[in-house]
């Protein structure tokens, strides 16, 4: 499914979790090495998460004023089931692909399978 293909790219999770303010900011984010996956380095905004993987910040990045400024605006954004967050201690979990049902509802998926099928 194209929707859960998407929710499960390291970029968007890092903004889903609170880590960036904007889907561009979790995507220099991932460029600059700041983030780490299971411990691991990654610097490719599209690389897939897996069900079960630890997303956190490199030791350089926990001090940084966007990540703190982030975290702060975040609060009013809609919590994922899929996703959970330690913000004490800075670490996000991917817990699961998210469902269709506990995305976001306002998407015809149709309408875009329309579009790239011409």
């Known amino acids: 499914n194209l929707l859960q293909f998407l929710e499960s790219r390291l970029d968007n999770v890092v903004y889903r979790l ?8 979790a ?39 966007r990540i703190k400024n982030a975290l702060d605006t975040s609060s009013a954004r809609e919590d994922c089931d899929w996703l959970e967050m330690n913000k004490k201690d800075l670490v996000g979990t991917f817990k699961s692909i998210p469902t269709r049902d506990l995305l976001d509802s306002d998407i015809n998926e149709n309408l875009i399978i329309e579009l790239y099928s011409k």
């Open 18 to 25: 609170g880590l960036a303010s904007t889907r561009a900011e």
């Open 27 to 65: 995507r220099q984010l991932v460029n600059h090495k700041t983030i780490l996956v299971n411990e691991s380095c990654i610097n490719i905004p599209s690389y897939q998460l897996s069900p079960g993987d630890i997303v956190t910040l490199s030791e350089k990045a926990k001090s940084q004023d």
